[in-house]
T-cell receptor, first 114, second 114 residues
Framework: GNSVTQMEGPVTLSEEAFLTINCTYT??????LFWYVQYPGEGLQLLLK?????DKGSNKGFEATYRKETTSFHLEKGSVQVSDSAVYFC?????????????FGKGTKLSVIP | DTAVSQTPKYLVTQMGNDKSIKCEQN?????MYWYKQDSKKFLKIMFS???????INETVPNRFSPKSPDKAHLNLHINSLELGDSAVYFC?????????????FGPGTRLTVT
């Protein structure tokens, strides 16, 4: 079946540090890949997405590249801010029957300190 | 112009009671979902409805019963509440566009069973 593996958290960084959150996946076919962000006390928001190999999704200074050869979709940001403190979820939607269903990773909590 | 809304935001109740959570989306999507998020932030899909028909029903106690009166609404009714039902419940919706099935989430309902 489909699965998503993210790096274990929590991750604590100082403001302006570089962020990488690793995400790898297992799926048949050509899934679409997503990063969602959940700020404290809120629901999940779509941060960025990529629908085919070598696509780069980007938003709010975050970016991730769909790497089919390594089945990865790592999230990066060059300079994090305190306001980026949140839980980040990697997810995929597979192709074919059941393609509407998202498979989520377990989430990575990021804390950015001033 | 809230896209996916849920009521109530907080729900505190005693064991054995019956409660309902309501969800509405104004995005014109044809698929809606219920997720349960535990204290470790792990997201578990519970149900999915497509055009008012149940298409996903994960291993969930039959005390949980979803009801979709129309495409824009998906309510969750829970009978005989137990302590283990305490969690945050998220509603989401999606619409197939090309190969991407991104989901839009509501703000969540924090259920506390005492």
């Amino acid at each position: 079946g489909n699965s998503v593996t993210q790096m274990e958290g929590p991750v604590t960084l100082s403001e302006e540090a570089f962020l990488t959150i690793n995400c790898t996946y297992t799926a048949t076919g050509y899934p679409s890949l997503f990063w969602y962000v959940q700020y404290p006390g809120e629901g999940l928001q779509l941060l960025l997405k990529a629908t085919k190999a070598d696509d780069k999704g980007s938003n709010k200074g975050f970016e991730a590249t769909y790497r089919k050869e390594t089945t990865s979709f790592h999230l990066e940001k060059g300079s994090v801010q305190v306001s980026d403190s949140a839980v980040y979820f990697c997810a995929l939607s597979a192709t074919g029957a059941g393609s509407y269903q998202l498979t989520f990773g377990k989430g990575t909590k990021l804390s950015v300190i001033p | 112009d809230t896209a996916v809304s849920q009521t109530p935001k907080y729900l505190v109740t005693q064991m054995g009671n019956d409660k309902s959570i309501k969800c509405e989306q104004n995005l014109g999507h044809d698929t809606m979902y219920w997720y349960k998020q535990d204290s470790k932030k792990f997201l578990k899909i519970m149900f999915s409805y497509n055009n008012k028909e149940l298409i996903i029903n994960e291993t969930v106690p039959n005390r949980f019963s979803p009801k979709s009166p129309d495409k824009a609404h998906l309510n969750l009714h829970i009978n005989s509440l137990e302590l283990g039902d305490s969690a945050v419940y998220f509603c989401a919706s999606s619409q197939a566009t090309g190969s991407s099935y991104e989901q839009y989430f509501g703000p969540g309902t924090r259920l506390t069973v005492t």
